[in-house]
């Protein structure tokens, strides 16, 4: 008897265990060739500018729900001071996601980096919607043991600025 109640009290408590534990990131297969082609634009929409996107620094996952995410730098050179300032990337996001702690709906966003002085310590990502106005802003941690940092990546969750990243789920 003694046995029973023990297990089901061991049953129990995995299953409360399993309710508070939050579930797993949804898993990201990283697009290649035809699919990722087709997904990337040559030019991104902000504050009136077809800005171009630089294909060697972009990124398009698809989820197991089918939904796409793409993540790329911009190529600003040519436009205004305040554009190169504000602007070094974009992302399309087709479903619900997270950036830092903000939640942001499907849409097309910039992305925007303050970088610290010295350029080790912790920065900020900012998301702006395509007319400029700031929609989210999280703190961007800076990782020094990131073996081989890229101008943009995607991996683990988190998008990855140089060596500076936030969680992007």
Do not use: C
Request: charged share 20%; glycine share 12%.
């Amino acid at each position: 008897m003694k046995k029973v109640l023990w297990s089901t009290a061991l049953v129990l408590g995995v299953a409360l265990l399993l309710a508070v534990v939050p579930a797993p990131a949804q898993a990201q297969e990283k697009l290649e060739g035809k699919a990722f082609d087709s997904a990337v634009v040559k030019d991104f929409y902000l504050e009136g500018n077809a800005i171009p996107v630089q294909k060697r620094n972009t990124v398009v996952l698809k989820g197991a729900d089918g939904k796409r995410l793409v993540f790329g730098l911009i190529d600003t050179t040519g436009y205004s001071a305040e554009i190169q300032a504000k602007y070094v990337g974009m992302m399309i996001v087709e479903r619900n996601v997270t950036f830092g702690t903000t939640a942001l709906g499907p849409g097309a966003y910039g992305i925007g980096i303050h970088k610290p002085t010295p350029p080790e310590g912790p920065g900020h990502l900012m998301a702006y919607d395509v007319g400029g106005a700031k929609v989210a802003e999280a703190a961007a941690q800076y990782d020094k043991a990131l073996a081989q940092p890229q101008p943009l990546q995607y991996a683990n969750g988190r998008l990855y600025v140089g060596r500076h990243w936030v969680e992007v789920k």
